[in-house]
């Protein structure tokens, strides 16, 4: 059983930068795509990136493109995501997901993933 576990949330202003986390364990890492999701109370879940089993396909959501950049570290089995230029509307809990394939396809839909983590809060003051 695949365990996720996210950190590296917390309370940044506008314009400031925030590394996430996620430490995977239970299963072979390399096995797995991984992802970024994001959900705010009232709204559905949202997808922000997604990475192939060795980094070679790389998915972003528009409204980060340019400004989040997702990555993985296979010695280390972790995941991560940095998060620059944040905005306000990047306020949410993040988290992170797997899914066993070596291509996260269709990335952006969260069914098809097979584990979640518990999520790790942003907050972007203005």
């Known amino acids: 059983q695949v365990q996720l576990v996210e950190s590296g949330g917390g309370l940044v202003q506008a314009g400031g930068s925030l590394r996430l986390s996620c430490a995977f364990s239970g299963r072979s890492f390399v096995n797995y795509a991984l992802g970024w999701f994001r959900q705010t109370p009232g709204k559905e879940r949202e997808s922000v990136a997604a990475i192939g089993w060795n980094g070679d396909r790389i998915y972003y959501t528009d409204s980060v493109k340019g400004r989040f950049t997702i990555s993985r570290d296979n010695a280390k089995n972790t995941l991560y995501l940095q998060m620059n230029s944040l905005k306000p509307e990047d306020t949410a809990v993040y988290y992170c997901?797997?899914?066993?394939?070596?291509?996260?396809?269709?990335?952006?839909?969260?069914?098809?993933?097979?584990?979640w983590g518990q999520g790790t809060q942003v907050t972007v003051s203005s």
């Open positions: 997901t797997a899914r066993f394939a070596r291509i996260p396809t269709p990335w952006y839909d969260g069914s098809a993933y097979d584990s």
